[in-house]
């Protein structure tokens, strides 16, 4: 049995919106970032027990890493956060996943891969994931290196350590740094020509996701697309932020209308409570209905992985978000 078949996530409460907010009472004290804290509020619906003893095992597990990180430590605070509640969540511990991170970021200098600050880090936990808890080796860290490389060679400009996230995951798929990379690119390319979505970023995100789907170019993106116009027929705008929280719901096995219906619904509510984030109600409210209909379908595998992957994507944006409200002030 792996270390995933271990901890696959629980079916969800019968409402995750009520979960949502009991556990974010339970870890508000933890401060730092609202959409970080939203984050680890929403890692943990999953987990079985009372939001409170819930809530302390985060504490101590972020306490542990920030003693063994240190206040040198190039992950802040809001990351190291979202850190612990994966960590709880997956049932792992501070120490062992410190020492994996040390050991990779020197595996990544062996290579050559530049370095990345947080999002080694995070690259880190998506590799642990990824390899069922096993340690990454050097043949590990050359794929990821090349599956990079692929990126940097059909989008320069937009590929950067943000992106080291999505190698990790990467690293699990089948097939060539080069099969990866021509596959994300025809997924991207699909999503601008068929979808009608802007360029960049956050097209590039989002591809990266659809690519674990393992579906055709033009059958995902179609997917994709019928997602956004159930939701613009919905009332609701659709803009570049918002693509990777729809990519996501790409993955449910369920009638688009249903998926749509159950997302409008949690937006209404997070909007009645006044749950604002910088990321917007309907990507709270699309992260919280995937969890809540996942524990329906009842599948695992490309579904965790993409999950995993919209965690992380959403604190870059968040980090990136505040980095740029600093720079402004």
């Not at 969800?12 to 974010?24: G, N």
């Not at 591809?207 to 579906?215: D, T």
Request: net charge negative; hydrophobic share 50%.
């Amino acid at each position: 049995m792996s270390f995933r078949d271990q901890h696959v996530e629980p079916g969800p409460s019968a409402d995750p919106f009520a979960r949502f907010q009991a556990l974010f009472a339970a870890l508000e004290d933890l401060g730092g970032d609202g959409d970080s804290l939203r984050l680890v509020a929403i890692n943990l619906l999953g987990v079985p027990g009372e939001p409170d003893a819930i809530a302390e095992q985060v504490r101590e597990c972020d306490r542990q890493l920030a003693q063994r990180f240190g206040w040198w430590s190039s992950t802040p605070g809001d990351t190291r956060r979202v850190l612990a509640s994966q960590l709880v969540k997956t049932g792992d511990q501070a120490d062992a996943f410190v020492a994996e991170v040390d050991r990779v970021a020197a595996l990544f200098r062996d290579v050559g891969v530049r370095r990345g600050g947080a999002y080694e880090t995070l690259a880190a936990l998506v590799l642990r994931r990824t390899l069922g808890g096993a340690p990454a080796t050097r043949a590990h860290v050359e794929r990821f290196a090349a599956i990079y490389a692929e990126m940097q060679r059909y989008h320069w400009w937009l590929t950067g350590p943000e992106d080291f996230p999505a190698c990790a995951m990467l690293v699990g798929c089948e097939g060539t740094p080069a099969d990866i990379g021509a596959g994300i690119e025809a997924i991207y390319r699909a999503l601008h020509e068929r979808a009608r979505l802007w360029q960049g970023n956050a097209l590039q995100t989002a591809a990266n996701i659809l690519y674990l789907s393992r579906l055709g170019p033009l059958e995902i993106a179609e997917r994709f697309a019928l997602v956004v116009r159930q939701f613009r027929a919905a009332g609701a705008k659709i803009g570049r932020q918002e693509y990777d929280d729809l990519a996501i719901l790409c993955f449910l096995a369920l009638p688009v209308e249903r998926i749509v219906a159950t997302v409008i619904a949690i937006r209404d509510r997070l909007t009645e409570t006044r749950w604002w984030s910088r990321r917007g109600d309907l990507g709270l409210a699309a992260n919280l209905a995937f969890v809540h209909l996942v524990g329906e379908n009842g599948a695992l595998g490309s579904l965790a992985d993409a999950k995993l992957l919209l965690d992380i994507q959403a604190l870059v944006a968040a980090r990136q978000a505040t980095a740029v409200a600093i720079a402004a002030s």
